[in-house]
T-cell receptor, first 113, second 119 residues
């Protein structure tokens, strides 16, 4: 069965510092991977996705993620965060042959002034 | 493109009443839609998969008679919470999957969510 692990429930970081939000998944088949951001009382906004091809994926708002098949990871990074990046971030996985998404438990990024 | 809307964005109702939430794909046709539930500070949990013209498939532990799902057209799915109780209060999010083209990669497009509060 598929699963997604976001080990860090909260990540505090100072403004303009780099950040990495970790995501590990388990699946026995080919996967598609997604990162979403959720601001309070709002829906999900897609940051980036890995479907195939280059393992380094660039998304919106300066975020990027790298798909590492051997480590079954898809960590999200940003070289310099802003106060406005404070939000909840969800990693999700979907497998080839299924339409379902499995979400991680989320990481709350808090950017400090 | 690929915009999904939900209506209403928030609703407050009395215990025992039923509430209907609409999910629409505005600029594409969606043969498959999904309904999720999100409790405060928690992740999204899939409730059911809705296919146009057929019965919804519910996840284990989700009451079919409690959460009625109808997907009568390629652009509209509805979730009705019947005889709502305070424990049904939650954030409900729908998503829609496209039928062709770039959406062949199983990509879901999410609505903005509906916050339900049952008094």
């Amino acid at each position: 069965a598929q699963s997604v692990t976001q080990l860090d429930s909260q990540v505090p970081v100072f403004e303009e510092a780099p950040v990495e939000l970790r995501c590990n998944y388990s699946s026995s088949v080919s996967v598609y991977l997604f990162w979403y951001v959720q601001y309070p009382n709002q829906g999900l906004q897609l940051l980036l996705k890995y479907l195939s091809g280059s393992t380094l994926v660039k998304g919106i708002n300066g975020f990027e993620a790298e798909f590492n098949k051997s480590q079954t990871s898809f960590h999200l990074r940003k070289p310099s965060v802003h106060i406005s990046d404070t939000a909840e971030y969800f990693c999700a996985v979907s497998s080839s042959g299924t339409y379902k998404y499995i979400f991680g438990t989320g990481t709350r990024l808090k950017v400090l002034a | 493109g690929a915009v999904v809307s939900q209506h209403p964005s928030w609703v407050i109702c009395k215990s025992g009443t039923s509430v209907k939430i609409e999910c629409r794909s505005l600029d594409f046709q969606a043969t498959t839609m999904f309904w999720y539930r999100q409790f405060p500070k928690q992740s999204l949990m899939l409730m059911a998969t809705s296919n146009e013209g057929s019965k919804a498939t519910y996840e284990q532990g989700v009451e079919k008679d409690k959460f009625l799902i109808n997907h009568a057209s390629l652009t509209l799915s509805t979730l009705t919470v019947t005889s709502a109780h305070p424990e049904d209060s939650s954030f409900y999010i729908c998503s829609a999957m496209g039928t062709t083209g770039e959406w062949s990669y199983n990509e879901q497009f999410f609505g903005p969510g509906t916050r339900l509060t049952v008094l």
